[in-house]
């Protein structure tokens, strides 16, 4: 089955700066790839996604990028607002099979 | 409103105390799911179901049950619950299991047992 590893566990940025999350997947098979964002005490949300025939994908500040080849993808947020501290879950799937990595706290400084 | 409801929200209970937590969706979503979140774990399936009738276990469904008669509904059953079953619990509904769409997570229940 698929497994997911995600990076860092834990991240720190100052306001204004980027943050990136890294994951990367084991089931080649993977063709769907959403993030989650999860404030504290709330349910995970998605903020975007994108597909396996895509390379790219940007809404506002964030983007997402896969290699499909090197099986990893990756969360981009630029300009870091306090209100980006959250959870942030990566996700692949393949048909019926959603796997999650760990999670990324990240901490926004002001 | 589009929305993902589980009750209760939070529950303490002994161990080997039957309990139902209950997850209604009113988006029509053929697929639904049970995560439980545990902390450097990340979400992890225990149960899904693509359809009425049709359900198949996740990564962890050991001590766990599931049944989906209605569409909208599919409750979360743990017959003998016992210490190492407490963890943040989330329902979760997508259109299709077959297809990538987005899943929608109810507000979660916070399982302790005693």
């Given at each position: 089955g698929e497994n997911v590893e995600q990076h860092p566990s834990t991240l720190s940025v100052q306001e204004g700066d980027s943050a990136v999350i890294k994951c990367t997947y084991s089931?080649?098979?993977s063709n769907y790839f959403p993030w989650y964002k999860q404030e504290l005490g709330k349910r995970p949300q998605l903020i975007i996604d994108i597909r396996s025939n895509v390379g790219e994908k940007k809404d506002q500040r964030i983007a997402v990028t896969l290699n499909k080849t090197a099986k990893h993808f990756s969360l981009h947020?630029?300009?870091?607002?306090?209100?980006?501290?959250?959870?942030?879950?990566?996700?692949?799937r393949e048909d019926n099979d959603m796997r999650f990595g760990a999670g990324t706290r990240l901490t926004v400084k002001p | 409103e589009a929305q993902v409801t589980q009750n209760p929200r939070y529950l303490i209970t002994v161990t080997g105390k039957k309990l139902t937590?209950?997850?209604s969706?009113?988006?029509n979503h053929e697929y639904m799911s049970w995560y439980r979140q545990d902390?450097?774990?990340?979400?992890?399936q225990i149960y899904y179901s693509m359809n009425?009738?049709?359900t198949d276990k996740g990564d962890v469904p050991e001590g766990y049950k599931v049944s989906r008669k209605e569409k909208r509904n599919f409750p979360l059953i743990l017959e003998s619950p016992?210490?190492?079953?407490?963890?943040?619990?989330?329902?979760?509904?997508?259109?299709?299991?077959?297809?990538?769409?987005?899943a929608f997570f109810g507000q979660g229940t916070r399982l302790t047992v005693v």
């Amino acid at each position: 089955g698929e497994n997911v590893e995600q990076h860092p566990s834990t991240l720190s940025v100052q306001e204004g700066d980027s943050a990136v999350i890294k994951c990367t997947y084991s089931d080649s098979a993977s063709n769907y790839f959403p993030w989650y964002k999860q404030e504290l005490g709330k349910r995970p949300q998605l903020i975007i996604d994108i597909r396996s025939n895509v390379g790219e994908k940007k809404d506002q500040r964030i983007a997402v990028t896969l290699n499909k080849t090197a099986k990893h993808f990756s969360l981009h947020i630029t300009e870091t607002q306090p209100e980006d501290s959250a959870v942030y879950f990566c996700a692949a799937r393949e048909d019926n099979d959603m796997r999650f990595g760990a999670g990324t706290r990240l901490t926004v400084k002001p | 409103e589009a929305q993902v409801t589980q009750n209760p929200r939070y529950l303490i209970t002994v161990t080997g105390k039957k309990l139902t937590v209950t997850c209604s969706q009113n988006m029509n979503h053929e697929y639904m799911s049970w995560y439980r979140q545990d902390p450097g774990l990340g979400l992890r399936q225990i149960y899904y179901s693509m359809n009425v009738e049709v359900t198949d276990k996740g990564d962890v469904p050991e001590g766990y049950k599931v049944s989906r008669k209605e569409k909208r509904n599919f409750p979360l059953i743990l017959e003998s619950p016992s210490p190492n079953q407490t963890s943040l619990y989330f329902c979760a509904s997508s259109l299709s299991g077959g297809r990538n769409t987005e899943a929608f997570f109810g507000q979660g229940t916070r399982l302790t047992v005693v």
